[in-house]
């Protein structure tokens, strides 16, 4: 996770986001404590029938890092 993170983080993407199985409990409380919130659910997203509990991480207190210039 900290290498998507930080990827995410140096193209310029602040927003990571991504779905997990409603009845998987220890995966919700990975990424609750990674910083993860649930967003909301989305009814019969694996293979119509189990749920998904929508999740994102919006991280506003980092900026993309800086390119330095070529000397």
Do not use: C
């Not at 927003?15 to 404590?33: C, H, P």
């Amino acid at each position: 996770m900290t290498w998507l993170e930080e990827t995410a983080l140096t193209a310029g993407t602040f927003i990571i986001g991504l779905e997990l199985r409603a009845t998987n409990q220890a995966a919700f409380a990975f990424y609750a404590a990674l910083g993860y919130r649930e967003l909301g659910r989305v009814s019969g997203y694996y293979q119509g029938i189990e749920h998904a509990i929508r999740t994102q991480i919006l991280d506003t207190s980092r900026t993309a890092p800086r390119k330095s210039a070529a000397a």
